[in-house]
């Protein structure tokens, strides 16, 4: 059976934290079920992709792949793009930056198709060299893209007309998004989304490739769009 009879397989990053569940108290490697159930549903295989720090294995793994999802999670390392910490970005993690920015690197390599969410969007803006605004809220006024705790807010998004974004999602959406942090620049990529508040919601690479990227998390709801794009996206890469 090849990918083509299986579904394409698409890699996920995850987080690396400390967790509960049964008996055990321990460090584990982890992502929300529904990034795996959003790939299920529209026909491709999810593979759960943890930090791995050994040399050459970001080119392997990505050999093996047909699509890549960068999901979301904490806040990117400011020294990536040449900042000092904001009082409010914590928490950053290392060996998930350095994991995920050679993902992308052999991506790029290999012309893998790939979909980021939320902080992948910023790790895509920032691998591309651009940089970020560490605390949204600074700028918008409003603390309604990350209302705190575990609840998502709501944001309506209008798209660019003529990009692959409004082909997969049309010209407007209402999406869930947790976030404190935005792209400022993203060298490279087209803005094809905003908020109506000015934030920019998803950007995209004006090539061929698939190589998309939103701040929202389309994984919450049933936005088929985007994750059915990667998938046409990762069966064209894997016929290749």
Request: hydrophobic share 45%; aromatic share 6%.
């Amino acid at each position: 059976m090849n990918a083509l009879d299986s579904g394409p397989l698409i890699g996920l990053t995850t987080y690396r934290e400390q967790a509960a569940w049964g008996v055990w108290r321990q460090r584990a490697d982890l992502l929300p079920t529904q990034y795996a159930g959003a790939v299920e549903s529209v026909g491709g295989v999810p593979l759960l992709l943890p930090p791995v720090g050994v040399p050459g294995a970001a080119e392997a793994v990505v050999a093996r792949l047909d699509g890549l999802v960068v999901s979301g999670g904490a806040d990117v390392d400011p020294s990536r793009y040449r900042s000092q910490p904001h009082p409010r970005t914590a928490g950053w993690r290392a060996d998930r930056d350095a994991w995920e920015l050679a993902l992308l690197d052999a991506a790029d390599a290999a012309g893998l198709p790939v979909l980021g969410v939320c902080r992948g969007m910023q790790l895509m803006a920032v691998h591309a060299g651009g940089s970020l605004d560490q605390h949204t809220p600074d700028l918008v006024g409003h603390e309604e893209h990350s209302p705190g705790g575990d609840a998502f807010g709501t944001t309506s998004v209008a798209t660019a007309p003529g990009s692959r974004l409004a082909a997969l999602v049309g010209e407007k959406l209402t999406v869930s998004c947790h976030h404190h942090q935005s792209v400022r620049e993203a060298p490279g990529f087209q803005a094809v989304a905003t908020a109506a508040d000015g934030t920019l919601e998803a950007i995209e690479a004006p090539t061929d490739r698939f190589y998309l990227a939103v701040q929202w998390h389309p994984e919450t709801v049933a936005d088929i769009g985007l994750l059915a794009g990667l998938m046409e996206a990762a069966r064209a890469y894997s016929a290749r």
